[in-house]
């Protein structure tokens, strides 16, 4: 559990840093929701029962993640985001078969798993947000700069031209 608790507190502190308060309060909504609704039924002291529900759990908040940073996330893509954990519920649920220890170690093992992976996936999400961003600034500082570079050409070559104005003063 150690290792979960320095995975979420790292990426919450690289999310400060990263996200605007709006942002953050609302992946933190997120990822604690789904964190706590995957402890409960962790502790369910059936095997395996809570694989599917705690998968849903994930899915969603993966999905709703999504929303808070512009992207459309479709079941298939959030199920291939969190395929890497899936390895942890197997071994998870091996402990629940030693009875009360084993279902508050299950529990605990898939609230911060969820918690760790909803963390992760926010970051990543922030990340391409921000890089969008940047890249859209980027582009319109130089339609900007390409407008008023044209503007000036242009303004410059009736100016600075070479050739001399027809004197038409002598046309009664």
Same mark, same amino acid.
């Given at each position: 559990m150690a290792d979960y608790k320095k995975v979420i507190k790292d990426k919450k502190l690289e999310a400060g840093n990263l996200m605007n308060d709006s942002q953050l309060a609302k992946c933190n909504g997120i990822i604690h929701t789904a964190s706590v609704a995957?402890? /409960?039924? *962790?502790?369910?002291?059936?095997?395996?029962?809570?694989?599917?529900? %705690?998968? &849903? =759990?994930?899915? +969603?908040? #993966?999905?709703?993640?999504?929303? /808070?940073? *512009?992207?459309?996330?479709?079941?298939?893509?959030?199920?291939?985001? %969190?395929? &890497? =954990?899936?390895? +942890?519920? #197997?071994?998870?649920?091996?402990?629940?078969?030693?009875p009360i220890v084993g279902w508050e170690v299950s529990a605990v093992v898939a609230a911060g798993v969820t918690e760790a992976i909803g963390w992760t996936v926010a970051l990543d999400f922030a990340k391409a947000y921000r890089q969008e961003y940047l890249r859209q600034q980027n582009a319109k500082e130089a339609a900007d700069a390409y407008a008023k570079a044209n503007y000036y050409k242009k303004k410059n070559k009736y100016e600075d031209s070479d050739e001399e104005a027809e004197d038409f003063s002598d046309i009664d």
């Amino acid at each position: 559990m150690a290792d979960y608790k320095k995975v979420i507190k790292d990426k919450k502190l690289e999310a400060g840093n990263l996200m605007n308060d709006s942002q953050l309060a609302k992946c933190n909504g997120i990822i604690h929701t789904a964190s706590v609704a995957s402890g /409960v039924v *962790g502790a369910v002291p059936i095997f395996i029962a809570d694989a599917i529900p %705690i998968s &849903a =759990a994930q899915v +969603t908040m #993966v999905i709703t993640l999504g929303k /808070v940073f *512009g992207q459309k996330i479709e079941e298939a893509g959030a199920k291939s985001i %969190i395929a &890497a =954990a899936a390895s +942890t519920f #197997v071994g998870r649920s091996f402990v629940k078969l030693i009875p009360i220890v084993g279902w508050e170690v299950s529990a605990v093992v898939a609230a911060g798993v969820t918690e760790a992976i909803g963390w992760t996936v926010a970051l990543d999400f922030a990340k391409a947000y921000r890089q969008e961003y940047l890249r859209q600034q980027n582009a319109k500082e130089a339609a900007d700069a390409y407008a008023k570079a044209n503007y000036y050409k242009k303004k410059n070559k009736y100016e600075d031209s070479d050739e001399e104005a027809e004197d038409f003063s002598d046309i009664d």
